[in-house]
């Protein structure tokens, strides 16, 4: 776990104070999920981004959601080349190997669609040639809060492809006084010796061999039926079944555990389960952790 150490001691040169943020946002890309970051601007959300594109030697590529983008912007189109006389495929910002969404929830939801196949597939459909993303392809987005203007809603569908969701919150004040003293100065923290993308595709492998006992899948799925039956939830999905699974394998590996224990499930889910247990017009983080820790409590753990 060598390289674990090495990203948190980079990780706090970059977001100092954040190590619990930080921790869970690593475990999702782990997980092979996708990140939703809800905050007010100016928290760190896209420092978050540049840092995991930094530390993995990652193709970072970031979109800037307006209400007048269009979902070729992002996906790409078909340009007519002369010489040939043919259309050619030109890919889009979101064939990268980290994709930033930046103020996803300021674009239409037509324009939102347009993540919808490639967060599910890892794959893009255009005049009906399917396109493959790189082999690690992980989508962070950011939304502002819903009382700030010019927000819409995100879908139900789109929300469930997240398989976390986090907010970043403001830095206590002896963190603030580090961040003033380096931002006094232009030049942004360098990392000389980065992780290897061969090691982060090992991890996730190492991740998905991790063990889970029947018990644990049956607390899992007691967890999603209880959402389902209650009607003070909104139902969780198949997908945030799965989500649950993959992410609780993740922490325990990170935590050098060879099962995944119903602590691990129950520390994770408000991060998995917050976002999709309330209608999206109505979620805000308070809520949604609330909605969380009340089906946890509903659901005993059978030994």
Not at 240 to 253: G, M, N, Q, R, V
Not at 297 to 303: A, C, E, G, T, Y
């Amino acid at each position: 776990m060598q390289e674990l150490e090495l990203f948190f001691k980079h990780s706090d040169r970059f977001l100092s104070g954040k190590k619990d943020k930080v921790e869970l946002a690593l475990c999702n890309l782990l997980a092979q999920g996708h990140t939703l970051i809800e905050d007010l601007p100016g928290v760190g959300k896209t420092t978050l981004v540049s840092f995991f594109s930094e530390v993995f030697d990652l193709k970072m590529s970031r979109t800037q959601f307006t209400n007048d983008l269009l979902p070729s912007d992002i996906i790409g189109n078909q340009v007519f080349n002369r010489k040939s006389s043919e259309f050619e495929f030109h890919p889009g910002p979101i064939f990268g190997e980290i994709f930033m969404a930046d103020e996803l929830n300021r674009a239409p939801p037509k324009t939102q669609s347009a993540l919808l196949q490639a967060m599910e597939e890892k794959s893009v459909t255009v005049d009906s040639h399917t396109y493959a993303m790189e082999e690690i392809f992980h989508v962070i987005a950011t939304q502002n809060p819903k009382s700030q203007i010019g927000t819409f809603d995100l879908p139900e569908s789109q929300l469930d492809r997240f398989s976390m969701k986090l907010e970043l919150g403001y830095p206590n004040e002896e963190n603030t006084i580090k961040l003033l003293k380096e931002k006094a100065h232009s030049s942004k923290p360098i990392i000389e010796q980065k992780i290897s993308k061969s090691w982060l595709l090992q991890s996730m492998k190492a991740c998905e061999s991790i063990e889970a006992s029947d018990s644990i899948l049956s607390y899992i799925y007691r967890l999603v039926d209880e959402s389902r039956a209650n009607s003070l939830f909104m139902p969780l999905s198949n997908r945030a079944a799965i989500d649950i699974l993959k992410a609780s394998k993740a922490w325990a590996w990170m935590n050098g555990d060879t099962h995944v224990f119903p602590e691990h499930i129950q520390h994770l889910f408000p991060w998995i389960a917050g976002h999709r247990l309330c209608h999206p017009s109505e979620g805000s983080v308070s809520i949604e952790r609330e909605l969380s820790n009340k089906l946890l409590q509903s659901v005993p753990v059978r030994k």
